[in-house]
DNA sequence: TCACGGTAGGTGGACGTCCACCTAAAGTCA
DNA sequence: TGACTTTAGGTGGACGTCCACCTACCGTGA
């Protein structure tokens, strides 16, 4: 990728103002500037996951599992907390469930559910690609420190005003 | 999508904090946060977009041949300006061409490249889009005017550090 | 108890992104 | 000038995301 001798958001918001958009010149320039950052992450983390087998999406997932008391949870528990669709947990089991990471069981009490269950490879994988991404990246913010609060706030307004969570 | 009753990212740095990786507990919320950003405000575009036949991704290069003086430019400088690969690109002219907003004609200068044109009537959506844009996304940013410019701040700092720009 | 609306999850497809690989045309250098 | 390297762009495929639609089961109300 070629660095560019200018910002190029930068250079689209002064289009914006040129153009009498003024007021709208700073909202463009944080929706591109957000898809840009998230560009940027997503690529040094899968760039560490790689090395796993795993992408950021199912990383996730494994965590999740993790995290949980029973090492399970039903397809829409798990969706809901990473706030995607069903049928991207669906698509992120099968691939997980293809490398014996996780596997489905019949859900107990919803016969018409499947609970999505961590295997030992899974839990055992999901630790290692951790101390790997926390050394590697997460304990190297893409943003200076100092400004990494500020951010984290933004960006929890931003998901609070979007009805994530109360 | 449901409302949750918390942070779910509050949630995993708490588990971070927990698990003695407190110094990467803030790169992990940022690169999270910046995660889901990224759905919601393209979720928010999208929605507009729909009603014009768009996407983003192709919504950009559109305002990118209009605001260049030719109105056309090589796949490669296209690449370069949005920030993502090549092939990225091609695929955006394939949609948009089969819809009669660009063409692609030879490049005078490079027997080996060609250009992205835009038409007419690609001209004319990209405005239409534009007015609709900064009309029900832009000029009500997904984060409070105050928060604003910290925000812009933080992720230009974070593309600058990632080689975006000199 | 039973009919019916709601819910859990999967399928198939569109789309954007990336990567590995390919072809053809430039560019370079002896 | 001619052989080698680089570059522009396209192909095919993996992946994650969403949506529209489908099936099977749940739960509720009469």
Redesign the pocket.
Known sequence: MPRLPFDPIAEAQRKWVEHGWTDASDGMAAVTSV?RAH?IVI?RVDDVLRAFGL????YELLMLLHFSSRGSM????A?ARL?????????????LERDGLVR?VP?PT??????VELTDDGRALALRATEALNSEVFAVPPVPRERLGALLDALREMRREAGDFA
């Open positions: 898809m560009q690529n992408t950021f999406a199912r039903p397809v829409k528990k969706s706030q995607v669709h069903s049928t991207s947990v669906t698509s992120a089991v099968d691939r489905r859900n919803d016969g018409r559910g499947v609970l």
